[in-house]
């Protein structure tokens, strides 16, 4: 007997994370803050916001008037992304629903990437018709 | 070891799939809506496996038990067939 499941996507894994955001943001690792205790987000005027993360991109890397894009880690540990409305709160923005789709797409793969290639199983991905990622595992044999 | 079934993500990035304890499901989310997908019940009469819809329509026969699941989790999983096109976008409770 089989059972469906739906999963609804939390970054949970940093490590998955850091290699979605360098995938589907095209930063380096050196541009990815990684912090143990939350750090304070900068506004595109050098602002000081209320609001911390843990894990962060600074607003240079981030686009001409941005502001810094983090990533807080929550209680139940989960990261939580924090994106301004300017960087991310419309459809057609930079790092808007589309960016973060594409963003949890590239975690999901990420993880079990990683996790299946120490069994030593493949991991690939491939994009369907109607534009929907799909992961597929082989080797388990 | 049985087939691992495709993952398959939605339009908001969140993932459907069947369930298998061959990946960490966990480690990627918050898991939800499951739901029968699919029967692999042995036909004595005929003396082989088959499997069935939630309908109980049989759609699959094998000798081999293995063999059955392994097609049930191909058909029935993400892009196969016989995955229910109403299922797909069911909303996850956190609760």
Known sequence: ?141 | MSAIPVLEFDENGDIVTLYTDEIDLYELGVIGGVRRASHVEFDQARQEWMVRTPDGEVVHRDRNRERAIEWEIWNFGPGGPHQPAPDRDLEVSNG
């Open chain 1, 1 to 141: 007997m089989s059972m469906y499941c739906n999963i609804k996507t939390q970054f949970k894994n940093r490590a998955a994370l850091i290699a979605a955001l360098m995938e589907t943001g095209h930063w380096m690792a050196e541009q990815i803050e990684v912090h143990d205790e939350p750090q304070h987000l900068y506004g595109y005027q050098g602002d000081r916001r209320e609001q911390t993360a843990h894990v962060i991109i600074r607003r240079q890397h981030v686009g001409h008037a941005s502001n810094d894009i983090g990533f807080a880690r929550q209680a139940d540990a989960t990261y939580a992304a924090v994106i301004s409305e300017y960087d991310g709160g419309r459809d057609t923005s930079k790092y808007g629903p589309r960016w973060q789709r594409a963003l949890k797409e590239s975690y999901g793969y990420h993880v079990i990437k990683a996790q299946q290639e120490k069994r030593g199983r493949r991991v690939e991905r491939i994009r369907t018709p109607q534009g929907r990622q799909q992961v597929i595992v082989s080797g388990y044999r």
